[in-house]
């Protein structure tokens, strides 16, 4: 039983993943921007001993459009900075990864690099970082530094487009190989608080990372210690093969969005080729498969609340992720079934909130583990830990005494 | 009534205030320690917690400088995380306005006071050289006057930002369908010469709209910047005179700028050493400042000022008798030039060690002194509170020698003779930082162009 236990992480974002969502919350309307929220949401996540829960982000309004807001009154607008909102959650909790969002495009590696290390520093060793890049022409002109094209969603495959997420995602690499070269760039034993010599430490365990690069150079090292984990978790969410790619090459999670069992195996398939094309050193991807799950008592209950969103939202919902409403126990069917298919395990992401995550923590959970899928507590130690990848050493640590 | 005092704490940074060799210090990176200094200042009623910010670790003579505490958490995400383990304590972080963006930073700043409850503060600064920048895509060198240029509409743009959501945007009606009131919330734009940008921000308006804004900085750009744009200012006049003279130059700035002298407080950065009698006081505050200037760290301030590499020369020996070098590149990169006239430092320097037969790491202890209040614990509840009824200051931020455990004695010993005279609050009586301090709303941005 022990081998193959699932992973399994909830992704939170404002009042849930259904446009309607906040219009059937049981939290106000306004409890996004309250830490109280936040930390109510990574207790009840933790309870249930939940791997990690991630936190969405982005540096422009929610919108339904590429390009800039919809000018729709009737949706959740506004959001908390995701890293802020991890670091108030850290000290609240004990046992679960916390993973918030941020933009590769417009935040500079540096600041992410120390943001995120000391988040594994408050929270001992807890800390994942989801690097996005930022496609959209609004998050631009909140920076003034770049120009980015409205893209057209239709004509993807167009050569400009194509040219310009190949950039953006090269660039995402940059930022992601630097900021693992940041968090290296202390070697754990660095400091040394020798009173015979008055030295705090010893500046020959700091290291230059002396990055250069096509949209960036950085020269270091961290401001920052090295923390808990050596390297925070890295997780990416990846829909094709470019971004598949960034993840084989930077990441050590991969959430994907199949949309049947058929499609998991397959995309775990691709996944795995494209580790090998790109030449992945260390353990492979952890891979979890994106769900929005809308849960409920019984089949018929789940569909009237489905029917009711729906409603409210004036059209059937439609995700990159696939969607499934049902008890508690058919999902639990549907997670064997793609389990089975090779994933490692999943990313819920609730389509109310609370009101969806109590439903995972209190019935799917329980269910899992009267199937021996899930484990009954947290083994203690870190998120990589946790999720059977090992502390790396520091590169220049090996480099030193090679 | 008196004066009401205002007090913060700051976390101790990357220089050689801390001494680390006692074996009573702590960690400078472990969350607990942070934990212990706020819940400490927040026992004691303070207004904030103040913490520096460092984006390169300082050099000196091309190498990384290893004899001071090094390595610390990044300012906003300890912040966030302080917020969720303190109820009332302001949450104060020094951050720079060079090598970041306003849209961003704004944005940090209006979630952690929503996440504190109104309780953000931050310290705007600049940074000097192209050192620093060599970490970051901005990267560069900023003229000094450019720096305060852009400082202070980097600051007009957070404002900005700041006003974008109108009081009551949300108004969550779940019957009726309306999440927000107005269709484009956030809507802003900024056409300036720093920044040229246009959107709408994320973040609803904060509980204290505006973060306290605070600026540390004595130069006449600095004051400037200060009185046009910041809620509190920071100094270090060591003497009663030379705050008084501080004080009565800055706060009569403010009426140009159709500014109260109470909406901008200045509180100096002071360090207090506690003993149970005057003379033991003394003698532990001789004590630290041995600590704190080793025979190698007083070789190295000295270079800082010499700008030459002193390593050869002996730390109880004479200053160097050849000048300081004022041509060539700095010795020391990462931390701001503290000496505007080197040469005439440096004959000050020789004069009053040839007075009093100093030797150099004697002389550094007597020029870089920075004990401010020494003394019982009456004693120093006195002088302080003198200071602040003479108009010298409005408050200090304290600047304990020891991680963590050097607010303690203060909190345990100074604070309730503070209370006792009626000068400093027995317990909160507003929730924001802006309520502590005794600043009004924050005032609305003046609109571009319109100043």
């Known amino acids: 039983m022990t081998e193959k236990t699932l992973h399994l992480a909830v992704a939170l974002d404002g009042l849930g993943w259904h446009p309607a969502a906040w219009r059937r919350s049981r939290a106000g309307a306004s409890a996004p921007l309250t830490a109280r929220y936040w930390a109510a949401l990574a207790g009840e996540a933790e309870k249930a001993t939940l791997d990690l829960l991630t936190i969405e982000d982005s540096l422009d309004l929610q919108s339904s459009r590429p390009d800039g807001p919809d000018g729709r009154a009737d949706e959740l607008r506004g959001r908390l900075d995701a890293v802020q909102i991890a670091a108030g959650v850290a000290p609240l909790t004990r046992h679960i990864g916390l993973v918030p969002t941020t933009s590769t495009t417009h935040t500079e590696p540096f600041h992410v690099s120390t943001a995120v290390a000391t988040l594994d520093h408050i929270s001992g060793g807890r800390a994942g970082w989801r690097p996005r890049v930022s496609a959209r022409r609004a998050e631009a002109g909140h920076f003034g530094r770049r120009e980015i094209p409205v893209l057209d969603p239709t004509r993807l495959d167009e050569p400009e487009t194509v040219r310009l997420v190949g950039d953006l995602f090269a660039e995402a690499g940059d930022a992601v190989d630097v900021v693992r070269r940041l968090w290296d760039s202390w070697q754990d034993d660095a400091e040394i608080r020798d009173v015979a010599t008055g030295r705090f430490v010893d500046r020959d365990r700091l290291h230059y990372v002396d990055f250069t690069g096509r949209w960036f150079s950085v020269k270091g090292p961290s401001i920052v210690p090295r923390s808990p984990q050596g390297q925070p978790v890295v997780a990416v969410l990846a829909h094709s093969s470019v971004p598949y790619a960034f993840a084989a090459r930077h990441a050590d999670v991969v959430f994907v969005t199949p949309t049947d069992p058929g499609h998991a195996a397959a995309v775990v398939a691709e996944v795995r080729a494209v580790e090998e094309t790109v030449g992945r050193g260390g353990p492979p991807l952890r891979v979890l498969a994106d769900l929005v799950v809308l849960l409920d008592e019984t089949p018929t209950l789940a569909r009237k609340r489905r029917n009711r969103l729906d409603d409210l939202h004036g059209a059937p919902f439609t995700s990159d992720a696939a969607l499934f409403s049902g008890t508690p126990g058919q999902l639990v069917d549907l997670l064997v079934e793609w389990h089975r298919a090779g994933v490692d395990g999943f990313r819920l992401r609730p389509a109310v909130l609370p009101d969806d995550l109590t439903a995972i923590t209190r019935a799917l959970v329980p269910a899992l583990r009267a199937r021996g899928l899930f484990r009954a507590g947290y083994p203690g130690g870190t998120l990589r830990g946790l999720l059977g990848l090992t502390r790396p050493a520091s590169r220049y640590a090996v480099a030193a005494t090679a | ?451």
């Open chain 2, 1 to 451: 009534m008196p004066k009401q005092i205002i007090l913060a704490a700051h976390f101790p940074g990357v220089n050689n205030t801390t001494v680390w060799s006692d074996p009573d210090s702590g960690s400078q990176i472990d969350f607990s320690s942070f934990v212990h200094l706020a819940r400490t200042a927040e026992r004691g009623t303070f207004d904030f917690i103040f913490l520096a910010e460092g984006l390169r670790l300082r050099e000196q003579r091309g190498r990384i400088h290893d004899l001071d505490v090094v390595g610390r958490p990044d300012t906003l995400t300890l912040l966030a995380a302080l917020a969720a383990v303190t109820t009332h304590l302001g949450l104060a972080g020094t951050l720079n306005t060079t090598f970041r963006e306003p849209y961003e930073l704004a944005r940090q700043l209006a979630s952690l006071d929503h996440l504190s409850g109104g309780r953000a503060a931050w310290n705007v600064v600049t940074t000097s050289d192209a050192f620093t920048g060599e970490n970051f895509r901005r990267g560069g060198y900023l003229d000094r006057s450019l720096r305060y240029e852009r400082a202070a509409e980097f600051v007009r743009t957070a404002r900005t930002l700041w006003e974008s959501w109108p009081a009551g945007a949300i108004v969550g009606d779940q019957d009726g369908g309306r999440y927000v009131a107005d269709a484009d919330p956030g809507a802003f734009a900024h056409h300036g010469d720093q920044f040229d940008i246009a959107g709408h921000f994320t973040v609803p308006r904060s509980p204290q709209v505006h973060p306290v804004i605070l600026q540390a900085g004595d130069s006449p750009d600095g004051r400037e910047f200060a009185v046009s744009s910041a809620d509190a200012i920071f100094s270090r006049h060591g003497t009663l005179e030379a705050g008084q003279e501080f004080y009565r130059d800055v706060k009569s700035r403010l009426a140009r700028f159709g500014r109260h002298p109470d909406e901008l407080k200045i509180i100096p950065g002071v360090t207090v050493v506690l003993g149970d009698t005057d003379a033991e006081a003394q003698e532990r505050a001789h004590h630290i400042r041995r600590q704190q200037v080793s025979p190698q760290t007083a070789i190295l301030l000295v270079e800082q000022l010499w700008n030459r590499d002193l390593s050869g020369y002996d730390p109880d020996g004479p200053l160097p008798a050849e000048d300081p070098d004022v041509t060539a590149d700095t010795i020391s990169r990462g931390r701001a030039g503290m000496y505007p006239d080197p040469v005439a430092t440096a004959r000050q320097w020789r004069t009053l060690a040839e007075e009093k037969g100093l030797g150099m790491r004697d002389l550094v202890i007597e020029v870089t002194g920075r004990q401010s209040f020494v003394g019982t614990a009456r004693q120093v509840a006195e002088r302080m509170d003198h200071f602040v009824q003479s108009d010298a200051a409005d408050g200090f931020i304290l600047v304990p020698h020891l991680t963590p455990g050097g607010l303690d004695e203060f909190v345990d010993q100074v604070v309730p003779l503070l209370q006792e005279r009626g000068v400093f609050r027995a317990e909160y009586t507003g929730t924001t930082l802006r309520d502590h301090l005794g600043l009004g709303p924050a005032r609305p941005v003046t609109p571009v162009g319109a100043a």
